[in-house]
């Protein structure tokens, strides 16, 4: 069984400051990983995804995120937060090895101050 | 493109009452999920279908909850009889195929309050 591990629930950031979300992944197999934000009232986006191309992967928005097998980890990361960022965000694991059940963390709510 | 459609979009019951979700995917979207979203939490898969055939449903509560893809297209989410504890956001999501690295397209979901 595979399991997503978001390690913060709640973020607060200034506006221009770095932001890091941070997820941790348990799998048998090597799992696809995704983030997908949720704005307040709206529905969830794909922010980015991780496909073994290349272990940095860039999103919209400015986003990346680093794929570490060692450490289990596919932190997600901004080098200057907007206002705009605040949201829900969530770190989800597709099970590989033929059945592709996903599997989402709890989230992490962005707060980002003026 | 037209996005995943749900209706409907809010929805008040009495425990006990039963009370049915429907969604639409994408056109051409071969996978299609059903999540239960409780304030506060990640999203839960419920129901995962490949075409009409379920591709896991171990965390659907099978006494009181079921859901049907017939035709592969359109799907139905059914509550019977529902419970305090049903109260959340049940999502529709749908992908393109049976796949690794298919990105999932969520629709606004059904926000359900059992009193």
């Known amino acids: 069984a595979q399991s997503v591990t978001q390690l913060d629930s709640h973020v607060s950031v200034s506006e221009g400051t770095p932001v890091l979300l941070r997820c941790n992944y348990s799998?048998?197999?090597?799992?696809?990983l995704f983030w997908y934000v949720q704005h307040p009232n709206k529905g969830l986006q794909l922010l980015l995804k991780?496909?073994?191309?290349?272990?940095l992967v860039k999103g919209i928005n400015g986003f990346e995120a680093e794929f570490k097998k060692s450490e289990t980890s596919f932190h997600l990361t901004k080098p200057s937060a907007h206002m705009s960022d605040a949201a829900e965000y969530f770190c989800v694991a597709l099970q590989s090895g033929g059945s592709y059940i996903p599997t989402f963390g709890r989230g992490t709510s962005l707060i980002v101050h003026p | 493109e037209a996005g995943v459609a749900q209706s409907p979009r809010y929805k008040i019951i009495e425990k006990r009452q039963s009370v049915a979700f429907w969604c639409n995917p994408i056109s051409g979207h071969a996978t299609l999920y059903w999540y239960q979203q409780i304030l506060g939490q990640g999203p839960k898969l419920l129901i995962q279908?490949?075409?009409?055939?379920?591709?896991?449903d171990s965390q659907l509560p099978k006494d009181r909850f079921s859901a049907e893809r017939l035709k592969g297209v359109d799907s139905t989410l059914k509550i019977q009889p529902a419970k305090l504890e049903d109260s959340a956001v049940y999502l529709c999501?749908?992908?393109?195929?049976?796949?690794?690295?298919?990105?999932?397209?969520f629709g606004p979901g059904t926000r359900l309050t059992v009193l």
């Open positions: 799998s048998s197999y090597s799992p696809s």
């Open positions: 991780y496909t073994s191309a290349a272990t």
């Open positions: 999501a749908s992908s393109l195929a049976f796949a690794p690295y298919n990105e999932q397209f």
């Open positions: 279908f490949q075409n009409n055939g379920v591709v896991d």
